[in-house]
């Protein structure tokens, strides 16, 4: 069964860093390239930043780049987005996904976790 845990959301300040962390499990994780997702009340799930199966080639949308790298750890089946200078407009549930195809197309697969809450405050 796949399964994807995410982690490491909170209440921080404009400005602030918060890190998190997906686990996932039921496939094959470092043959898949992951994604980051976001979404705020009241609008669409966003795309948020995508990174190879190898970790060699990492894709933002405009509103992340410069503040926001994505990692992973395939030894652990896990993948991190590391937030800094964290805007109110960042606030959003945020989800990983397995990605289908090349990461410049991010199109995620499968279901969805739980996701986790980020609040930035002014």
Same mark, same amino acid.
């Given at each position: ?7 490491? !959301?909170?209440?921080? /300040? +404009?400005? &602030?860093?918060? $890190?998190?962390?997906? *686990? @996932? ?9 992951? !994604?980051?997702?976001? /979404? +705020?009340? &009241?609008?669409? $799930?966003?795309?948020? *930043? @995508? ?23 395939? *030894? ?47």
């Amino acid at each position: 069964q796949v399964q994807l845990v995410e982690s490491g !959301g909170g209440l921080v /300040q +404009a400005g &602030g860093s918060l $890190r998190l962390s997906c *686990a @996932a499990s039921g496939r094959t994780f470092s043959t898949y390239a992951m !994604g980051w997702f976001r /979404q +705020a009340p &009241g609008e669409e $799930r966003e795309f948020v *930043a @995508a990174i190879s199966a190898r970790g060699r080639d990492t894709v933002f949308a405009d509103s992340v780049k410069g503040r926001f790298t994505i990692s992973r750890d395939n *030894a652990k089946n896990t993948v991190y987005l590391q937030m800094n200078s964290l805007k109110p407009e960042d606030t959003a549930v945020y989800y990983c996904a397995f990605l289908l195809g090349p990461i410049a197309t991010h199109v995620p697969f499968g279901s969805w976790g739980q996701g986790t809450q980020v609040t930035v405050s002014s």
